[in-house]
């Protein structure tokens, strides 16, 4: 399985600031996705995103807050904009779900806080 | 995605068997049936995933009924550091479906 690298493991911002975290996997993936788990609460799919075109975005989450970059095969980034105490949550990546239907992997998460 | 039914919790011994259900009984006939863990502060772990046969891996066993309506995932031997919420889950569409989390089950091994 793809072993993902997920950067920062952890950050506190201020409100009103924007946080890119990052996602790097050891191989090529077609399709990467993005999870928030706010505290307490399960994993919500924030957006699909596939190399070379627009990610989509599940309901209640739009580009603008949450504006994503996939420029290769193997890296992706997602952005948190304008940061309010209420995106403090932990931010994961996952990669998986090929056609043999492998495990999905995630990456470690990043841990945030907006103060 | 079919929709899944798990018990908030269960308990078990250090050593003994815990047993897992998870009710989907609106799954398709091309749908897997997945397992992932999540271990405190810890990303999701695949544990293990089928279609309509047992399945058996390093990590658990996975028990789907005839009529694949429900599945158990047990782990023979429980520790300590199985731990964790646990997540039955049956991605929908194609191959390629997103994975949609459930509450999933606490499970906790006691001494």
Known sequence: SAVISQKPSRDICQRGTSLTIQCQVDSQVTMMFWYRQQPGQSLTLIATANQGSEATYESGFVIDKFPISRPNLTFSTLTVSNMSPEDSSIYL??????????????????????? | DAKTT??????????????????????????????????????????????????????????????????????????????????????????????????????????
């Open chain 1, 93 to 115: 990546c996952s990669v998986g779900g090929g056609r043999v239907n492998y495990g999905y992997t995630f990456g470690s998460g990043t841990r945030l806080t907006v103060v």
């Open chain 2, 6 to 111: 798990q018990p908030p919790s269960m308990d078990c011994a250090e050593g003994r068997a815990a047993n897992l259900p998870c009710n989907h009984s609106t799954i398709s006939g091309n749908e897997y049936v997945y397992w992932y863990r999540q271990i405190h502060s810890q990303g999701p772990q695949y544990i293990i995933h089928g279609l309509k046969n047992n399945e058996t891996n390093e990590m658990a066993s996975l028990i789907i009924t005839e009529d694949r309506k429900s599945s158990t995932l047990i782990l023979p031997h429980a520790t300590l550091r199985d731990t964790a919420v646990y997540y039955c889950i049956v991605p929908g569409g194609t191959s390629y479906g997103k994975l949609t989390f459930g509450q999933g089950t606490i499970l906790t091994v006691h001494p």
